[in-house]
């Protein structure tokens, strides 16, 4: 099994913010996968015109449906590169409506055993209406992203663990986090 930590997620509950203090506390050194993800794409023919037009003509959904390939293989290759690390996926990095990219993504994690999800409460309904209000969420009678990433059985099905958030500081969800996975 890994030492790893990795942290999953919708978009604002704080992997990036908790994954600095975890690396800090543990000695490991932290890899965002947003600071990885494009140069991966791009290995694999990630096209910007083509996202640009799908995001122009499809909006945030069709954009979301072209890069899931993409942050499936992102997965792959963070993982084979980098061990011995705190790594924060993006949000959309452990959320998968195609069965075949989810299985992909969940045989490459199968050997880590400190996967958790951050969430804000254990309320679905609360941490969605926490989320909207952090990320600005306005009603467009489109796909509400922060729903999808909170309620999507990916996230769930993936955790080994899952930490709530809400009326805790970070150094606090750090704390638990590392109570438990052992490493406190």
């Known amino acids: ?44 023919g990630y096209d910007e015109e083509l996202a640009k037009y799908k995001r122009e003509t499809e909006g945030f959904w069709g954009i979301y449906q072209y890069w899931k390939p993409f942050e499936a293989y992102a997965v792959e290759r963070l993982l084979s ?26 045989q490459v994690l199968a050997s880590y ?18 989320l909207n209000n952090r990320n600005e969420y ?3 009678g489109k796909l509400n992203i922060n729903e999808h990433f909170v309620r999507h059985h990916s996230n769930h099905d993936l955790a080994k ?8 500081t970070p150094e606090e969800t750090c704390n638990e986090i590392l109570q438990l996975v052992g490493a406190a």
């Open 1 to 44: 099994m890994s030492s790893d930590i990795i942290l999953i997620g919708p978009i604002g509950t704080g992997k990036s913010t908790v994954g600095s203090l975890l690396a800090k506390r543990v000695g490991l050194p932290q890899r965002s996968m947003d600071e990885y993800r494009w140069n991966y794409y791009k290995e694999i």
């Open 81 to 106: 590169e980098h061990k011995n690390c705190v790594i924060d996926f993006g949000a959309g990095h452990s959320v998968y409506e195609d069965n075949f990219l989810f299985q992909r993504v969940q």
């Open 113 to 130: 055993s400190n996967i958790v999800l951050l969430l804000p409460s254990s309320n679905l309904d609360e941490s969605v209406q926490i």
């Open 138 to 140: 306005l009603p467009d």
């Open 161 to 168: 663990f899952t930490v709530y958030t809400k009326a805790k």
